[in-house]
């Protein structure tokens, strides 16, 4: 069912359950987007700065952006699906990135990426009960001389080996402690 509202009659409503899912900042900068010839080519921009508030895409942020671009919320979420670095559920305290590129594929990411999909009990894509971890597929990552690479936020690890997995995922859980 489209959900674009066509009439002005309920814009404050719109408006006001937008600010509730959004920010005041964010709300302004779609409605900036509303008056230009095609609002439509706003909306992965729209979207990369909503997830870059909130760290992902809930239903309601997707539902206020196709309200107030005026885009069908099914548009909307189709683009936040098709592009794999739109998360759609709130990611954890760690995000965990193992490079699937040539050569560290090559050198045995599969096995560390098995290991650690084990240790986790999560897929790629998925957070951990706890919200400690999530796990996540990328492409290269521009340091292939130190593959297999994994990186835990913003830092790297090479050389990796299935075997070496229990203590990395064990060094952020410790912080926890
Ligand atoms: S292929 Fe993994 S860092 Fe380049």
């Known amino acids: 069912m489209n959900t674009v509202v066509k009439n002005t009659d309920n814009r404050e409503e719109v408006r006001r359950k937008s600010m509730e899912a959004l920010t005041p900042e964010i709300v302004a900068h779609i409605e900036a987007c509303v008056q230009d010839a095609q609002p439509h080519s706003h909306l ?7 997830q870059a508030h909130f760290g992902y895409l809930g239903a309601d942020q997707l539902d206020a952006v196709a309200q107030l671009l005026q885009v069908p919320t099914a548009k909307v979420t189709g683009v936040a699906t098709f592009y794999h670095f739109f998360r759609l559920e709130p990611r954890g305290k760690y995000v965990i990135s193992v ?8 050198k045995g990411a599969e096995q560390v990426a098995e290991r650690l999909q084990e240790e986790l009990g999560i897929q790629y894509g998925e957070t951990t009960t706890d919200g400690l971890f999530s796990l996540e597929g990328t492409r290269c990552l521009g340091t292939c001389g130190l593959a297999p690479v994994v990186m835990v936020e913003d830092e790297v690890f090479g050389d990796m080996t299935a075997d070496q997995v229990p203590a990395l995922l064990e060094k952020f859980s410790k912080t926890e402690d």
């Open 44 to 50: 992965i921009g729209v979207l990369h700065k909503v």
């Open 99 to 106: 490079c699937l590129g040539t050569a560290c594929y090559v």
